[in-house]
Every structure is written in structure tokens, then in C-alpha cells.
């Protein structure tokens, strides 16, 4: 969500469970405005929160030029020190899927992770992965599969940029009851022509994303709509604590993930 928003924001978050309070929009507010002045930042966004044993991590990511790759993700449990998190690895992405342990609150912290899919004399059966890593891959793993924009939120220019839309004007009541409305913030998955096949109002500048209609399973998304439908809320099965919601026909939307970093694998068997 954008940080400068975050008192206009509040009351969409808080009726989904999520709380933001006076002290944590301030709290955020004010460092997050230091952060984007010394990184030189286009745009910082406050991302969500991990909850942790002894202290929670809060994450923010900063954008330049381009609104997909040029992305940097942070985090902090005292709002005076955000630390640079490293590029999530594959192979942490796979171990944070796997480990049942809750964050403590230590990035140094190292833990061991068993891989019970590999044979027992196998010697990466047995890893260890520090705390820090473990907050990147979870965001990155998240970031892949649960965070999404609203169509026409994010534009592609034809030199291959994308940028956030500044002539947004948000979706109409019949196209915010639709997921294929909906689009995944990474590098698209899906063939180039999905979209266009699928949509007779086809447009490359903002269909270049893959839309969340294409989830599996079907019904992965739970969408809702309040306030006479004037607010559209999409939830993630996979991740519980991920909340987006946008205002409809304004350009007012945002993402927010507050939870435990914990993948629900089950998702499959219960629909």
C-alpha cells in the first residue's frame, strides 16, 4: 500500500481483521518517508507484517524505473533501521515452504530444516537457513503467487518499462465481480496470447500480466464485495493473512499481507 495513503486506507483494512493503528500509520509514515528520501526511491510501499515470537518484521519495498523488476525489499522490528534483504534463492524458497518453525524475531537466527522427500543418506536432507533468508524467500514466494493489481493499475511501455499508472481510474462495478479483472504483480508465467485469447478487449499496455482466473485450482480466490459494492475484497487461500482490496471506480487500491508466512498446502484437498 502506499505509505502516503495510509490514514485514507485504514478503514478497508481494518473491517478484514487487519489492524492499523493511529501509532503504526505514524510509525510507518515516518520512516518510511526517511527510507524513500536516502534510497531515492520513486515510490515505497508498506508491504505487511510478519508476526515473529519476540518481535514482528514489518517489510516495505521501494520501486525506481520499473514496477515489477526494479524492486527492493526491507524490513524492520523498531521503525529506525530498515535492513536491505538479500535475492530470495531457490533453494530458500523451497526450505521456507517446508519449515513449520514460527519466525522469532532474529534475522541472524539460524535454523535447521529437515527435507523429508530426500532419501536419509542424501546430504541436503539436513539444512540450515538463517532467519533473513527465510523472510526473503517467504515475500518472494508470496510475491510470486498472492500479490496482484487491478487491470490497468501497471502499464507497459513500449520500451518494455512498467510503471505504475498514473491515468488510473479503477475498474466498473460489472468488471470488479470478475477475477480475470485481476492480475498477477511478476513476470508473467503464461504464453504471451492467453489474455488475448480470452478477451475481446484485449490490450498489450495492460494485459501483459497474467490474470488470477488462470489459478489453480479453480476457486483458489475469494473475492467479496461490501458497501453495496462499492469496495471489492480478493483474498488468497494459499495465504492466509493476504488481503487486496480496491475502491471501485476510483483509482484507490491496495495489497496487504499480515500473517505467519505460512503456505496453506492443503488448499488442493478442501475445494
Not at 480470452?198 to 489459478?215: A, G, H, K, V
Not at 489453480?216 to 471489492?232: D, H, K, R, T
Request: with cysteine.
Amino acid at each position: 500500500m502506499n505509505v502516503h495513503k495510509l490514514w485514507e486506507y485504514k478503514e478497508y483494512v481494518n473491517v478484514n481483521g487487519k489492524i492499523l493503528s493511529n501509532e503504526l500509520i505514524s510509525l510507518l509514515q515516518n520512516s518510511l518517508t526517511l527510507l524513500q528520501v536516502e534510497n531515492h526511491f520513486a515510490y515505497v510501499q508498506y508491504w505487511g507484517q510478519f508476526h515473529a515470537v519476540d518481535t514482528d518484521y514489518h517489510i516495505a519495498v521501494g520501486m525506481n524505473k520499473d514496477a515489477i523488476s526494479d524492486r527492493k525489499y526491507f524490513y524492520t522490528t523498531d521503525f529506525k533501521f530498515w535492513g536491505l534483504l538479500p535475492k530470495a534463492k531457490k533453494k530458500y524458497k523451497h526450505l521456507s515452504l517446508l519449515t513449520t518453525f514460527p519466525f522469532r524475531g532474529d534475522p541472524s537466527l539460524k535454523i535447521k530444516i529437515l527435507d523429508e522427500a530426500l532419501e536419509e543418506n542424501n546430504p541436503d536432507r539436513c539444512q540450515f537457513m538463517k532467519e533473513e533468508n527465510r523472510i526473503a524467500a517467504t515475500i518472494s514466494n508470496i510475491c510470486e503467487e498472492a500479490e496482484i493489481c487491478s487491470r490497468g493499475q501497471l502499464i507497459k511501455h513500449p520500451d518494455s518499462t512498467v510503471v505504475i499508472n498514473p491515468n488510473y481510474y479503477g475498474l466498473t462495478a460489472s468488471e470488479a465481480k470478475l477475477t480475470k479483472s485481476y492480475l498477477h504483480i511478476r513476470p508473467p508465467q503464461h504464453r504471451w496470447n492467453t489474455n488475448l485469447l480470452t478477451r475481446p478487449d484485449y490490450n498489450y499496455s495492460m494485459d501483459f500480466l497474467d490474470s488470477i482466473d488462470q489459478d489453480i485450482p479453480n476457486g483458489c480466490w475469494n473475492l467479496s464485495l461490501e458497501q453495496n459494492g462499492s469496495i471489492v475484497y480478493l483474498k488468497s487461500l494459499y495465504w492466509p493473512g493476504m488481503m487486496f482490496f480496491h475502491k471501485v471506480r476510483t483509482p484507490e487500491s491496495g495489497f496487504l499481507y499480515v500473517g505467519n508466512g505460512r503456505k496453506n498446502l492443503d488448499v488442493p484437498f478442501l475445494l
